[in-house]
Structure formats: structure tokens, C-alpha cells
């Protein structure tokens, strides 16, 4: 089970930072991704993190901007926003499964949680 938190309206050149807690033992042997899905649109990936911490990899859209992070203790994965845009107002999820950009691939998902930017 994946419990999103974090979401909140911010202005443009902002930061948030959004967390994604697992449980059980199997959320670390787990890749964790993120995603986002705007209105109107399909599920878009946003970054991902492996199980062992050492290899990410993000979207063109968002690199230089977001962080991925995990605290294995804390069975969380964390991705840090900052210089946030209008565009990237989405509802944001994370899920769990293997180390990949697809969503059709990710096993386990959280609820979302939304992240609105104003300009």
C-alpha cells in the first residue's frame, strides 16, 4: 500500500516536496516512480527512483527542477519540487514496481495528490 502526501497551491518559482509511503517489506525491493496527470490528460511519467537508491532517471520536462529520493528506514520515497511552473499542475502520484517509465508497469499505486501552481 502507497499513501501520497504533500500536494498543496503554490506560485510560480516555488517548491514543494512530495512523499510517497510504502509498506511492507516488498515497497523496498521496489522501484518507485512518480507520475503526474493533468486535466484532460493521460498519466504522464515525472521520475523514477531503483530499489537500491543508486539509479534515477526524469522526465525531460522536469530535470534540473525535481529531485527523486528514497529513506529506506523510512519506507518513503520523496521527490522535491522546485521552480515549479503553471504547467505543472497535475495531480501527482507515485507507484511501485519495476525500474521503468511506463505506468503500465507499475504494480502498486498511491491515491495522488494535487499539486496546483499559480502564475
Known amino acids: 500500500q502507497l499513501q501520497a502526501s504533500g500536494g498543496g497551491m503554490v506560485q510560480a518559482g516555488g517548491s514543494l516536496r512530495l512523499s510517497c509511503a510504502g509498506s511492507?517489506?516488498?515497497?523496498?525491493?521496489?522501484?518507485v516512480g512518480w507520475f503526474h496527470q493533468g486535466p484532460g490528460k493521460e498519466r504522464e511519467f515525472v521520475a523514477a527512483?531503483?530499489?537500491?537508491?543508486?539509479?534515477?532517471y526524469y522526465a525531460d520536462s522536469v530535470k534540473g527542477r525535481f529531485t527523486i529520493s528514497r529513506d529506506a528506514a523510512k519506507n518513503t520515497v520523496y521527490l522535491q519540487m522546485n521552480s515549479l511552473k503553471p504547467e505543472d499542475t497535475a495531480i501527482y502520484y507515485c507507484?511501485?514496481?519495476?525500474?521503468?517509465?511506463?505506468?503500465?508497469?507499475?504494480?502498486?499505486w498511491g491515491q495522488g495528490t494535487q499539486v496546483t501552481v499559480s502564475s
Open positions: 507507484a511501485a514496481g519495476p525500474y521503468d517509465r511506463a505506468p503500465g508497469r507499475y504494480v502498486y
Open positions: 527512483i531503483n530499489w537500491s537508491a543508486d539509479s534515477t
Open positions: 511492507g517489506r516488498t515497497f523496498s525491493y521496489y522501484a
